[in-house]
């Protein structure tokens, strides 16, 4: 049902050539950010000379503009069903607009001010209309419905960061949803402009997927990075599926076009250029098709026919922007998804464990110290990788060392890091991991200020998956 818009003129193309039910339905535009619900596809669209962006809508052979306000960027918009079923689009409106999108799948959404939320039906006529999750305080923008459930991102105009709400079909209050990682600043980056937000955003019946983008001086690489995430309706910290990154030296990496499946799956699009295949003349920016699950962390993939700036699922049809002299409106079939190997993914960035909604805090420790507490519990999805614990000690004044151990049931004392003799203010965290579902360990941090020691232990639990 989401879509993405991404620059990629800049660089060398490689593609694979056409699947024999690649069906083109329009051919010559100047498009970006497809969705797609029930036949029914939406898209951005402008002409030639550049004028601002019109949604247009693909049914059954024809293509029309919708009866909505162009805009100077490409719409958020998301197709999806209202409570009766039938199909809708909601989209933003903002009374700035955001900046330029670079590299990112999408317009940067954190810096647009005075956004509001609207739907318009695409059967049956009518107008469109204010949603009633519009704040006057805030900004709302990549809205994405669900049955008349509404998932969106929410910021302060102005603000640095970011956060997904998600209001229940006739509920009147909505409930904050995942988020992303948030970026800590170490010394060099002070002063620098950082800011956490949501790019693409789609609900499905269970969870909501979405790219969450990183910009400033915490981020690897030149500074922005994305994470394709997923989280559960019913509430806690979000998975963390796919990351990219400008590595700004070689390469580069970008999820988009986050759906949630029926069957649970996030299909999603990568780009990138793995920038290690200098002699391979099929060389350049990349695309494919991907498939991730949010609760074992499976990966399939599969390579796009030519290079893809979008694309939507509905139901067994992908539709798809593809990159030519124009852009061409695709339909394809669900495509042979090749499994990819298991690996950790981690953030690109310097984080902030405390605030990025992981279940972290910093609590008071002897002698005026402070000790990273982990959660009591953490998620065991993506099951099939290793869940990372991190431990970590702070302190302003005074001389101490601080040690960290792991004690699991039946085995000696494992040391977790490296002995501390400095505050680690200036960032850096230690990390031991919980491999299985349900295994259980206890983290003491042994405290030594002259010759008083301490013992503060903390006990994390890895959740089962039927939580």
């Not at 990351?243 to 499946?261: A, D, E, L, R």
């Amino acid at each position: 049902m989401r879509a993405a818009l991404i620059t990629l003129a800049l660089f060398a193309v490689a593609a694979a050539p056409a699947r024999a039910d690649d069906t083109v339905l329009v051919s010559g535009l100047d498009a970006a950010a497809v969705t797609a619900y029930g036949g029914q596809v939406v898209y951005s669209q402008r002409d030639a000379l550049g004028q601002p962006w019109k949604l247009m809508r693909w049914h059954d052979g024809v293509a029309d503009a919708l009866p909505v306000p162009p805009r100077a960027v490409p719409f958020d918009a998301d197709a999806g069903p209202d409570a009766s079923g039938q199909p809708v689009v909601v989209y933003s409106r903002c009374r700035t607009e955001p900046g330029p999108s670079g590299l990112s799948p999408a317009p940067d959404w954190q810096t647009a001010r005075g956004c509001d939320l609207y739907e318009l039906p695409l059967t049956g006529g009518g107008g469109e209309r204010r949603l009633a999750a519009s704040s006057r305080s805030m900004s709302e923008t990549t809205p994405s419905i669900w049955h008349g459930a509404l998932a969106y991102a929410r910021h302060a105009d102005g603000g640095a960061r970011a956060t997904i709400e998600y209001l229940p079909t006739g509920a009147s209050r909505p409930r904050a949803l995942g988020g992303g990682s948030v970026q800590a600043c170490f010394g060099m980056c002070d002063g620098a402009r950082r800011l956490d937000g949501v790019l693409q955003l789609d609900l499905g019946p269970s969870r909501v997927a979405y790219v969450w983008q990183m910009t400033g001086g915490a981020v690897y690489g030149t500074g922005v990075s994305w994470e394709l995430r997923a989280a559960a309706l019913a509430g806690g910290p979000s998975t963390l599926l796919d990351t990219g990154i400008v590595s700004g030296t070689c390469g580069y990496s970008v999820p988009g076009s986050p759906v949630v499946s029926a069957a649970r799956e996030i299909a999603y699009l990568q780009t990138g250029d793995a920038c290690d295949e200098a002699s391979d003349q099929t060389a350049g920016t990349k695309t494919s098709f991907a498939l991730a699950d949010p609760v074992i962390g499976a990966l399939a993939t599969a390579p796009t026919s030519g290079l893809a700036r979008a694309a939507a699922r509905d139901g067994d049809t992908i539709y798809w922007l593809r990159q030519g002299n124009g852009v061409d409106l695709v339909a394809s079939s669900l495509p042979a998804y090749a499994p990819q190997p298991q690996q950790r993914v981690n953030p690109q960035a310097d984080i902030d464990l405390a605030r990025s909604g992981l279940g972290y805090r910093w609590a008071a420790g002897p002698a005026g110290t402070r000790l990273l507490r982990p959660p009591a519990r953490i998620p065991c999805a993506p099951s099939g990788r290793a869940a990372v614990v991190y431990t970590a000690a702070q302190w302003s004044h005074g001389r101490h060392v601080v040690r960290v151990q792991r004690v699991d049931p039946r085995r000696p004392p494992r040391r977790v890091g490296i002995t501390l003799t400095r505050s680690g203010s200036t960032g850096g965290y230690s990390e031991t991991q919980l491999t299985r579902c349900g295994q259980r360990t206890r983290l003491i941090y042994t405290v030594t200020t002259y010759r008083s020691t301490h013992r503060v232990s903390f006990t994390v639990t890895r959740a089962s998956l039927g939580r």
